[in-house]
C-alpha cells in the first residue's frame, strides 16, 4: 500500500489571523509582534490568514514594511506565508512583497489556497520506508 503519513506538531506552524485594515504602519507592526511573539527556540514558522481583511497599501507602503523586516533580519529566519483571496487588490501587493522581500532574502510567499500555503510551511517530510520482506 502506497500511503504518505505526515505528523504535523502544533509547534511548527502559526496562524495569525489580523482583525484590522493591513495597512503599511499595521502590516510592518503586525510582521513584528508575530515573529517576536513566537518562542525562538522552536522558531515556527508563520500563516497570515488575510483572507478576510482589506489591504490599503501602496508599492511604496510594500518597501517600507520589507524594510521592517531587513532591520530586524534575525526574527526573520523562518517562513511567512500569506494567505489572501486571489481576485483583489491586496493579492497583487502582497505578490509584489514577496516578490521584493525574496529578492532580499526574506522567505514569503503568498497564496489562495490554505492547503498550499500549509504545505510549503510544513517543513520536508522524512522519508520512512518499511523493510521490505518478500
Not at 522552536?42 to 483572507?51: A, G, S, T, V
Not at 511567512?80 to 509584489?96: C, V
Request: glycine share 4%; charged share 25%.
Amino acid at each position: 500500500m502506497d500511503l504518505t503519513i505526515q505528523v504535523v506538531h502544533a509547534k511548527e506552524i502559526v496562524r495569525v489571523i489580523p482583525h484590522v485594515v493591513l495597512d503599511s504602519k499595521n502590516m510592518g507592526e503586525m510582521l513584528l509582534v508575530a515573529v517576536t511573539l513566537t518562542i525562538p527556540a522552536e522558531d515556527p514558522n508563520i500563516l497570515f490568514d488575510c483572507r478576510m481583511t482589506t489591504v490599503q497599501m501602496t508599492l511604496t507602503d510594500v518597501t517600507g514594511v520589507v524594510k521592517v523586516a531587513l532591520d530586524h533580519r534575525d526574527r526573520f529566519r523562518r517562513k511567512l506565508a500569506f494567505l489572501l483571496p486571489k481576485d483583489g487588490i491586496g493579492y497583487t501587493l502582497i505578490k509584489f512583497l514577496e516578490v521584493y522581500a525574496t529578492n532580499r532574502g526574506i522567505r514569503i510567499q503568498v497564496f489562495d489556497s490554505f492547503e498550499e500555503a500549509f504545505n510549503w510551511l510544513m517543513p520536508s517530510p522524512t522519508a520512512v520506508t518499511p523493510d521490505d520482506d518478500g
